[in-house]
């Protein structure tokens, strides 16, 4: 795959099939994330943007861009699910990277943009939540889906997906099968 970046507003017209000033009226009523280019004023278009606008509207992800972002943010302390889980997304052809708190998680956050959350609800507990209403309240990440790795009998388990979080897993789940859901929510 070539490494695309950033598209102008005609490439992301031709993924959609549609006229370039109809992305531009997207990007103008702010449905659209875009930024000008200094002089002319033409638009540019993030990829991960673009992928997130596709997914929000229903639109068929082009397969040379939906693999644009298999980045994975993980706010975790557990060892085993640092060590293994890590390896397992790392080996599914995810780029990981690894935060023990939630200060780290915010920095890597905004730098790194990922794809999707994987978020130990041993870690974080309570602060969690919070970090669920920020994520979810926030425009610039409300396209990061989020998986809570939570302990088997979790009392707090429907409140965190009514909290904003995309799925569950059980903390003592197969590593496999950790990335094989991780898979699974990089596609929606």
Known sequence: MNELH???TGEAARYCGVNFRTVIRWI????????KLPGRGDHRICVEDFVG???DNAMPVPGELAGASRKVLMLAGDPELTGSGRQALLQDGCEVDVA???FVAGTLLAGCKPALMLMDANLVGAEGFRI??????????ANVRV???AP?????QQRWLDAGADALIAQATDRG?????VKLLLEV
Request: proline content about 0%.
């Open 6 to 8: 950033v598209l102008t």
């Open 28 to 35: 103008e009523r702010g449905q659209l994330k875009a930024y």
């Open 53 to 55: 606008f596709l997914r």
């Open 100 to 102: 023990g708190d939630a």
């Open 132 to 141: 669920l209403d920020h994520l979810r309240s926030n425009s610039d990440y």
């Open 147 to 149: 998986l809570v790795v």
């Open 152 to 156: 088997a009998g979790d009392r707090d």
């Open 177 to 181: 099968e950790l990335a094989a859901k």
